[in-house]
C-alpha cells in the first residue's frame, strides 16, 4: 500500500481510506479474491499485480487458504451470480444486459460531496 501511495502521491492512510469508501473492502480482502476463489498459481497472480516478497514480506502462496479450506469451494458461479442479481435488480439504478456467458452488470452510484 506504501509503494501504491507514494506513486500516487498521498500517503498510505489516504488511500487504504478511499479504497474501503469506493469497495467496501481493504486492500489485503481485496487482494485475496483471486487467491480464494481461483486455482490460478499464487506466484502468476502476485507477478500479474506487480507484488514482489520484498514488498509484501510474504510469499504469495502464503496468503492462499490452505487446501482443506479452499477445496469445499467450486468455481465462480457467475450465471448464478448474474441471475441473482438481474432478479433484484432496481429500475433506474442496476441493469443486467447482454446473454448468458456474456453479461455486464451496471449499477449507478451517487458519489457524496
Known amino acids: 500500500m506504501a509503494g501504491?501511495?507514494?506513486?500516487?502521491?498521498y500517503r498510505a492512510r489516504q488511500v487504504r481510506r478511499q479504497l474501503n469508501a469506493e469497495v467496501g473492502a481493504?486492500?489485503?480482502a481485496v487482494a485475496r479474491i483471486p487467491l480464494e476463489t481461483t486455482d490460478i498459481q499464487a506466484a502468476e497472480i502476485a507477478f500479474?499485480?506487480?507484488l514482489c516478497a520484498a514488498v509484501q514480506r510474504h510469499r504469495p502462496a502464503d496468503l492462499r487458504p490452505?487446501?482443506?479450506v479452499r477445496g469445499g469451494r467450486g468455481p465462480y458461479a457467475a450465471s448464478?451470480?448474474?441471475?441473482?442479481?438481474g432478479n433484484r435488480a432496481i429500475d433506474g439504478i442496476e441493469r443486467l444486459t447482454g446473454e448468458?456467458?456474456?453479461r455486464i452488470y451496471r449499477r449507478t452510484?451517487?458519489?457524496g460531496q
Open 100 to 102: 448468458r456467458g456474456a
Open 80 to 85: 448464478e451470480v448474474f441471475d441473482y442479481l
Open 66 to 68: 490452505p487446501p482443506a
Open 26 to 28: 481493504g486492500a489485503i
Open 4 to 9: 501504491l501511495a507514494a506513486r500516487l502521491g
Open 109 to 111: 452510484l451517487r458519489r
Open 48 to 50: 500479474a499485480a506487480g
